[in-house]
């Protein structure tokens, strides 16, 4: 099987065009970060696993040695847990500020990105700000401290080994304290890495699950963005949400059956770096607000995936346009059986939102709440407490119908139990 060649072409487009030089990314690219690395100085802090990503991550060593770059310390930075717990954070500010490198090379999934990128922020700033990772989670407030203190962040040089979460293209960082199971966001331009590498073969080290993930995350961000977009950015949506599920569609279940199979890892490689574009040029919203409040049970990824065909229909009147793109994609992938053309309405979204449901059963992803174990009433209570949290009002707002914190208890909570049972039929419309 190849590629969808019209998607794949116009994602590798997309991506130049959005990223330009400072991004490095394809089949059998690792070995540049070691040229990036040298063009910022002459040491090199290396954030990574070094257990299963120990092959990937002596790649990256043995490029900087040949471009020049030293290792800072003499070792590797242990990488961070899944989720990014706020304490990997600290950790690795330690090794920021002990060892003083020129440029900081976090090499990992989501979680290593976004802790390096956050650790960064307090190796700066905690001396002249403060130290709390809690003061900089919102939006913009890292480009703020920055502006009045003078300080520089250290270089990042992002190199991506999961198609999971755009982290080495975007201002987010996301960060979980593991105390009370919640995950919180640093939304801000100046953490985006200046310089990013993402070889597509490395993902073949991934885990199905991890790959399943990325699949839905993909699907996420795009689908998300999309349904929130302004008149200005719509039609650039619809093509990046277009292409990358496609690309989503054509080759995920490819990737279950046969987890070495390059082509396709390539194409859920370029569908989830279309999503960390969709994501710089629109926000989020309901389906990854529920999500901080999962962390404890299931991959970021998964957990939008079960969630956002039940937004959808909460979001029906506001999404009618985007309904019938996504929903004429998963039709052509024999997801959808019904005349589209024929629907309109919640009927049109119910139509949609089964379809992805389909989807995902199809490349065995839980589908509802109660699929994943672990799951219980507490954590229909912590997503609910969470959304009336004012760090978090952005994702409310970006909704395409948008809800206020008065409104989470009449909408947002039967959104949550029809996720947990199934029943599309209790979601109400506003």
């Not at 600290?90 to 900081?104: A, G, M, Q």
């Not at 997503?383 to 009002?393: E, I, S, T, V």
Request: glycine fraction near 8%; include cysteine; hydrophobic fraction near 40%.
């Amino acid at each position: 099987m190849s590629i969808n060649s019209k998607s794949k072409e116009t994602a590798y487009a997309l991506l130049r065009e959005w990223k330009g030089d400072s991004y490095v990314f394809g089949l059998d690219v690792l070995e540049k970060v070691g040229p990036l690395a040298a063009s910022l100085g002459k040491t090199a802090l290396v954030v990574s696993n070094t257990t299963y990503l120990k092959p990937v991550a002596d790649r990256v060593v043995n490029a900087l040695k040949e471009a020049g770059v030293s290792l800072a310390g003499g070792v590797i930075a242990p990488d961070a847990k899944p989720n990014a717990p706020r304490e990997d954070v600290y950790r690795l500010e330690s090794y920021i500020l002990h060892h003083k490198p020129d440029c900081i090379i976090a090499v990992g999934g989501g979680s290593t990105i976004d802790a390096a990128k956050a650790a960064n922020v307090l190796a700066t700033l905690g001396e002249v700000v403060t130290p709390e990772i809690d003061h900089y989670f919102g939006m913009n407030v890292v480009t703020k401290e920055l502006e009045a203190t003078k300080k520089k962040l250290i270089p990042v040089i992002a190199v991506e080994t999961s198609s999971s979460s755009g982290a080495h293209l975007t201002k987010y960082s996301n960060i979980t304290d593991p105390m009370v199971g919640q995950k919180k966001l640093i939304v801000d331009g100046a953490i985006v890495p200046p310089y990013s590498v993402f070889d597509y073969a490395t993902t073949v080290s991934m885990p199905v699950s991890v790959t399943i993930d990325g699949a839905l995350d993909a699907i996420a961000h795009t689908f998300e963005v999309f349904c929130g977009a302004k008149e200005e950015t719509y039609e650039k949506a619809k093509e990046i949400t277009a292409a990358a599920i496609d690309l989503v569609a054509s080759h995920a279940k490819t990737l279950v059956k046969d987890p070495s199979n390059l082509e396709a890892r390539e194409a859920i490689g370029l569908a989830t770096d279309l999503g960390g574009y969709a994501i710089m040029i629109g926000g989020t919203s309901g389906a990854h607000l529920t999500s901080f409040s999962l962390v404890d049970i299931v991959a970021h990824g998964t957990a939008c995936g079960i969630m956002n065909p039940y937004y959808a229909i909460y979001y029906s009147k506001g999404i009618q346009k985007q309904l019938r793109v996504v929903g004429e994609i998963f039709a052509r992938h024999g997801y959808i059986s019904a005349n589209l053309e024929t629907l309109s309405g919640r009927d049109l979204a119910l139509a949609v939102a089964q379809g992805m449901i389909d989807f995902g059963k199809s490349i065995g992803a839980p589908t509802k709440l109660n699929d994943l174990k672990g799951f219980s009433e507490k954590h229909i209570e912590r997503a609910l407490n969470a959304a009336k949290d004012p760090q978090l009002a952005m994702k409310l707002q970006n909704m395409p119908v948008p809800m206020q914190t008065s409104d989470v208890d009449t909408y947002m909570e039967p959104i949550l139990r029809a996720a947990a049972s199934g029943d599309l039929s209790i979601i109400k419309e506003k």
